[in-house]
Nanobody, 126 residues
Framework: QVQLVESGGGLVQPGGSLRLLCTAS????????SAWFRQAPGKEREFVSG????????LYADSVKGRFTISRDNANNTVYLEMNSLKPEDTAVYYC??????WGLGSAQENRYVYWGQGTQVTVSS
């Protein structure tokens, strides 16, 4: 069983930056693919970015490509989401997710992810 805890959210002005962290405990987080999703008020949860188990393959939603960077440190069971040039439309609760089966290459499909964190709020506003 993998437990995920997100941190790093907060209030930032448009054009600003934030770095989200997803720290895992239990299970074998370092062998599974992970991802970030987000949910804005009144909207469905959507894929933001994914990363393979070893970090060599990354995926991004078109809306964040070129602005967000996902990475991972398997030695410390942590996945990061570096967010730059933030826009008001990036405002949402950001969730970390992890697959259950090992050696995954990452996916944008929400139903592939079994483990989820509680989320961290990101608000982009002046």
């Amino acid at each position: 069983q993998v437990q995920l805890v997100e941190s790093g959210g907060g209030l930032v002005q448009p054009g600003g930056s934030l770095r989200l962290l997803c720290t895992a405990s239990g299970g074998t987080f370092s062998t599974v693919a992970s991802a970030w999703f987000r949910q804005a008020p009144g909207k469905e949860r959507e894929f933001v970015s994914g990363i393979s188990w070893r970090g060599g393959r990354t995926l991004y939603a078109d809306s964040v490509k070129g602005r967000f960077t996902i990475s991972r440190d398997n030695a410390n069971n942590t996945v990061y989401l570096e967010m730059n040039s933030l826009k008001p439309e990036d405002t949402a609760v950001y969730y970390c997710a992890a697959e259950k089966d090992p050696w995954g290459l990452g996916s944008a499909q929400e139903n592939r992810y079994v483990y989820w964190g509680q989320g961290t709020q990101v608000t982009v506003s002046s």
